[in-house]
Nanobody, 124 residues
Framework: QVQLVESGGGLVQAGGSLRLSCAASRRTFSSRSMGWFRQAPGKEREFVAAITSSGGSTLYADSVKGRFTISRDNVKTTVYLQMNSLKPEDTAVYYC?????????????????WGQGTQVTVSS
């Protein structure tokens, strides 16, 4: 079992920035890929970004490419999502997830454990 705890969400004006963090409970973190997803009210959960176990490769949804950056610190067993140039349409609950495998995948079914989510609200 892996526990994931997100933090860093909040209210920000359009054009602003936030950095989300997700701390994992196990050291096997360093051998697994991680992802960020988001879910807005009334919508399906959608992929945002993913990163391989080493941090050497990343994948982004087209809607956030160039604005968001995913990174990880395997010593701290933490993954981050730096969000810049935020837009009102970025408003959602953001979830981190961890896979039992390494690699990049945008499907939520690739991931085995999920955090509880953190709310991000972008005002216009």
């Amino acid at each position: 079992q892996v526990q994931l705890v997100e933090s860093g969400g909040g209210l920000v004006q359009a054009g602003g920035s936030l950095r989300l963090s997700c701390a994992a409970s196990r050291r096997t973190f360093s051998s697994r890929s991680m992802g960020w997803f988001r879910q807005a009210p009334g919508k399906e959960r959608e992929f945002v970004a993913a990163i391989t176990s080493s941090g050497g490769s990343t994948l982004y949804a087209d809607s956030v490419k160039g604005r968001f950056t995913i990174s990880r610190d395997n010593v701290k067993t933490t993954v981050y999502l730096q969000m810049n140039s935020l837009k009102p349409e970025d408003t959602a609950v953001y979830y981190c997830a961890i896979s039992s495998r390494d690699g990049l995948d945008s499907s939520r079914f690739w991931y085995d454990y999920w955090g509880q989510g953190t709310q991000v609200t972008v005002s216009s």
